[in-house]
């Protein structure tokens, strides 16, 4: 700690992303470890009506700075507020406020990002892969530059089981991605975003991935460093134990998740059976939390998972997980019956979430998990449930309701008439597995067989019942 508290001695540092979880815990231990820092000049946005200024004093008003206002409140003077945006060009800084930095700073951390994983790829490109360009461009000037420090993430190479470290080759030219964003419509970069992010998941970790490129291309002949942590969750013990500001992705869902599932433990007396403490319980909870939320994306592909060697799962636990993951509830699918599976009905989930009484991260799950069966298997020949099974490797009963629902879909029954309101899912799931047993092609070993297609003989015959039925009408009339 010595040389780190000597390194930081009397240097000036700029630092992006202050208001952020990292940023914030960054700030107070520069403050209280390093007391003969020198100036923070913290680079932050108006938001919310507030200004800089004010949002510093905001920042420094947590109990997370409780020590230095009790045993150095002078320390907070030290931070500066520039006003800009990262995602404009020049940070938006004003030329006063950049020829500071380029004169009187020699340590750079660059900690702001949108950490979406949904953004937009516009609006992500130009924050995290720009907005890195437009620091490099700034450090690059700085005459007494000790150290820039990119705080990049681990799932920028999450295609990769194992990470070293090193940058691996681009998934795309960092260049023609800025270009691209500034110059495409935002509309046209979302239909082609699936295919521009490749084998990355979602528009964040594309975007941090070619930011490490744009560090490692302008900062070649400069002291840099690329800091990848993976998942950060609250404070150890400095401050305080505990601290954390934000429910962002892995948190939010940990800190939701995992005090639902200690209480729930607790309840069964797992503290008693086994002697371990409460907190034991709590962190081997959000132990098994973090790993989930590494594997989910591989539950969108059950073969993959069984594949996969990163995580060894027992096949009686890969079973059910995959099978918890997939169930679903009748009140939440009888719902999205007859609805077309689009992202406007996606939106509208509150909806079903508040007339279902199921939490509506279950009912995107459940939205999901209905699309992405459907989509593999709604065009496949062969029977309905067995592509399923083979395709997300369901059990026999979980794998019939969803070839009910994808049936169901396939022949468009109008589910939603009003005159059908009173029918539940399993009443439709009776209706599906008789008319797919009796009315559909069956399996006569053709390739052409197909359960999900109406045999043409009974939709024939069909037609003569209603002649039938409408004579018999028109007689009684
Ligand atoms: N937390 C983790 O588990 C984790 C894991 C791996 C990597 N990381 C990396 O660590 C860094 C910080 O993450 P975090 O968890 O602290 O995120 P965070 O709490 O969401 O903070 C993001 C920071 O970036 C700033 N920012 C966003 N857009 C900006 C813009 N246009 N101009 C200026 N500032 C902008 C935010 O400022 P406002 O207050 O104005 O919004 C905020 O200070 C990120 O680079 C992230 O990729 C985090």
Redesign the pocket.
């Known amino acids: 700690m010595s040389g780190v508290i000597e390194f930081f001695g009397g240097q000036n540092i700029f630092v992006?992303?202050?208001?952020?979880?990292?940023?914030k815990v960054l700030l107070e231990m520069l403050l209280r470890s390093c007391p003969d820092v020198g100036k923070i000049f913290v680079?932050?946005?108006p938001?919310k009506g507030k200004e800089p200024s004010e949002r510093v004093k905001n920042i420094t008003s947590l109990p997370l700075f409780d020590i230095i206002r009790r045993e150095n409140p002078e320390a907070v003077k030290k931070i500066v507020p520039l006003a800009?945006?990262?995602?404009q060009l020049g940070l938006g800084l004003s030329a006063t406020d950049r020829q500071i930095l380029e004169e009187t700073v020699s340590i750079v951390i660059h900690?702001?990002?949108?950490?979406r994983f949904d953004d937009p790829l516009k609006s992500a490109v130009l924050?995290n892969t720009r907005g890195t360009r437009e620091i490099m461009m700034i450090v690059r000037n700085m005459k007494k530059l000790k150290v820039f420090v990119h705080?990049s993430?681990t799932y920028c190479n999450c295609d990769r089981p194992v990470v070293h470290e090193v940058v691996y080759p681009p998934h795309a030219d960092w260049k023609e991605m800025i270009s691209i964003a500034e110059h495409v419509d935002e509309h046209t970069l979302n239909v082609l975003t699936p295919k521009i992010l490749c084998k990355l998941p979602n528009t964040y970790t594309f975007t941090?991935s070619l930011a490490e490129h744009v560090v490692k291309d302008l900062g070649e002949d400069l002291p840099v460093v690329i800091f990848r942590?993976?998942?950060?969750i609250s404070t150890l013990s400095e401050p305080f134990p505990g601290w954390i500001d934000?429910f962002?992705g892995p948190v939010g869902l940990m800190i939701a998740g995992a005090s639902e599932a200690v209480t729930a433990l607790h309840q069964r007396g797992v503290t008693q059976q086994t002697g371990a403490t409460l907190e034991l319980v709590a962190s081997d909870v959000l132990d098994h939390y973090r790993t989930y939320s590494l594997l989910e994306r591989l539950l969108h592909n059950p073969p993959k998972l069984a594949e996969q060697l990163a995580f060894q799962i027992e096949p009686q636990t890969r079973r059910l997980l995959i099978e918890k993951y997939y169930e679903f509830d009748d009140a939440v699918i009888r719902e999205l019956l007859g609805k077309k599976l689009s992202s406007r009905h996606r939106k509208d989930l509150d909806e079903v979430s508040e007339k279902t009484c199921v939490l509506l991260k279950s009912c995107r799950r459940q939205f999901d998990n209905v699309k992405r069966v459907f989509k593999v298997v709604e065009d496949m020949q062969g029977s309905v449930v067995q592509n399923i099974k083979n395709n997300f490797l369901l059990p026999e009963e979980l794998a019939r309701r969803y070839g009910a629902v994808v049936f169901i879909a396939c022949i468009k029954f109008e589910t939603s008439k009003k005159k059908l309101q009173y029918l539940t899912f399993p009443d439709f799931y009776h209706c599906a597995q008789s008319i797919m047993a009796s009315w559909t092609y069956v399996d006569n070993g053709s390739p052409e067989y197909d359960d999900t297609e109406l045999d043409r003989e009974f939709l024939l015959d069909l037609r003569e019942l209603r002649v039938l039925l409408d004579k018999e009408k028109e007689h009684k009339q």
Not at 16 to 23: D, I, N, R, Y
Not at 111 to 115: G, H, R
Not at 229 to 232: C, E, K, Q, T
């Open positions: 992006t992303g202050a208001s952020g979880f990292l940023g680079l932050l946005r938001k800009g945006d990262c995602a900690a702001a990002a949108t950490v924050m705080v993430t941090k942590p993976s998942i950060v934000n962002n």
